[in-house]
């Protein structure tokens, strides 16, 4: 079988229309790709979402074993008429290929399985190959993120999965391919407060207890916080404060409750635990010094925990092959949002190197032929490294 060339495979991709979580077609097109290449290929149903694992293997338990992961859901593509060229069509026009998810990430996914396709047809002649090579996808990772890889990291343990690198293909190069690799990420926890006072008559503010006072205080405290000064790898972890809410419809009634929800992106310098507890101190001393005795009630939920790779020996031979193949030295970031490496991580070594983010999520999105090709020449050449010795 001959392997497909990957702007093809990239066209078809966007093609189908996979919005969030919705995978359309995307599965069985792949399914299609990787199964004379020798791949073993399942679709694992997680309520509504379709997650997708292939593995080539020939040899168990394998040396060495990789696995490629991405999703190909991908956000809906709003004022579809604004487009140049429709967003689910797929166009190509002087070398750029047109489409939602061209950049995030089927781009990618396209780059990497045309990747594997080559690797074994190089390899087929040779001894038996002792390793193996896996990709695994799903159709939640631009929605809310449940029933995507988070829920596949246990079926995985369940299939005695074990693997020593995995590699996401999220789009981490700002502008150019080749600029940034990601070898880590922030961990991320959101917070409710909410400051319970007693309702009144704006005018007798003396038989009320108005609760905006005791959150004005504690916001201020929260936002003044420094909760580190950053490290090599990481920037400082950062509370920004994203609502504040009385649901006071009217100018004269002090309101008896106060929310707020805040977030922290925080880096390996803490654990979520240890926030919480800033937290809820910082929270009781601001609500001292009122003197008043409201009660209060804080609730959190964690999202990601921080990680970082910057040891591993891999990382390098992949950096240096980004560096042979696109001429740049790339910048190793922990810079940017969470992905599915925050789940993956907990299982191996995760790095992620994709295509451009600065196009991600925008109308007209794009990605460049001559680049994507370069992404899949990336990811053949660290295949050969990975298995070598
Ligand atoms: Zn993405």
Not at 4 to 30: D, H, K, N
Not at 86 to 109: Q, T, V
Not at 315 to 320: E, H, R
Request: hydrophobic share 35%; aromatic share 10%; net charge negative.
């Amino acid at each position: 079988m001959k392997s497909v060339p990957c702007e093809i495979i990239a066209q078809q991709l966007i093609q189908f229309e996979s919005i969030t979580p919705f995978e359309a077609g995307c599965f069985q097109y792949i399914e299609s790709l990787l199964t004379p290449s020798g791949f073993k290929c399942q679709v694992i149903q997680i309520e509504d979402v379709g997650n997708f694992y292939a593995t080539y293997s020939q040899t168990i338990p394998p040396d060495k074993h990789i696995v490629f992961v991405g999703h190909v859901d991908v956000v809906p593509a709003i004022n579809a008429s604004s487009w140049t060229y429709p967003p689910f069509a797929g166009e190509i026009h002087n070398d750029k290929l047109y489409g939602r998810g061209a950049c995030d990430m089927k781009g990618a996914i396209a780059a990497f399985v045309s990747a594997v396709q080559e690797f074994i047809e190089d390899i087929e002649q040779e001894q038996p190959f002792t390793h193996q090579i896996s990709i695994l996808l799903t159709s939640d990772e631009e929605g809310d993120a449940i029933n995507g890889i988070q829920k596949m990291i246990p079926w995985l343990q369940e299939q005695n999965q074990k693997f020593d690198l995995c590699i996401v293909g999220e789009p981490t190069n700002p502008e150019i391919l080749g600029q940034m690799i990601k070898i880590g990420r922030r961990g991320s926890v959101s917070f409710k407060l909410k400051i319970i006072g007693i309702a009144g008559h704006i005018a007798y503010p003396e038989k009320a207890l108005n609760p905006l006072p005791a959150m004005t205080q504690c916001l201020y405290e929260l936002n003044h916080l420094i909760l580190d000064n950053g490290n090599e790898y990481f920037q400082p972890s950062n509370l920004e404060i994203s609502s504040v809410d009385t649901n006071n419809p009217t100018g004269n009634i002090i309101p008896s409750t106060c929310e707020a929800k805040f977030n922290i992106r925080f880096n390996t310098e803490h654990t979520a635990e240890k926030l919480v507890d800033v937290i809820q101190k910082t929270i009781r001393r601001s609500i001292e010094q009122t003197s008043q005795e409201y009660q209060w009630e804080l609730t959190h939920s964690v999202s990601a925990h921080p990680f970082i790779i910057a040891d591993n020996p891999y990382l390098q031979t992949f950096a240096n092959i980004v560096q042979k193949v696109t001429h740049l030295t790339s910048q190793l970031s922990t810079s940017g949002g969470t992905s599915d490496a925050r789940f993956m991580h907990h299982l191996c070594p995760t790095l992620e190197f994709g295509l451009i983010s600065d196009q991600a999520h925008k109308t007209d999105e794009y990605l460049f032929i001559r680049e994507l090709n370069k992404l899949k020449e990336i990811y053949k050449n660290f295949l050969n490294e990975f298995f070598k010795g």
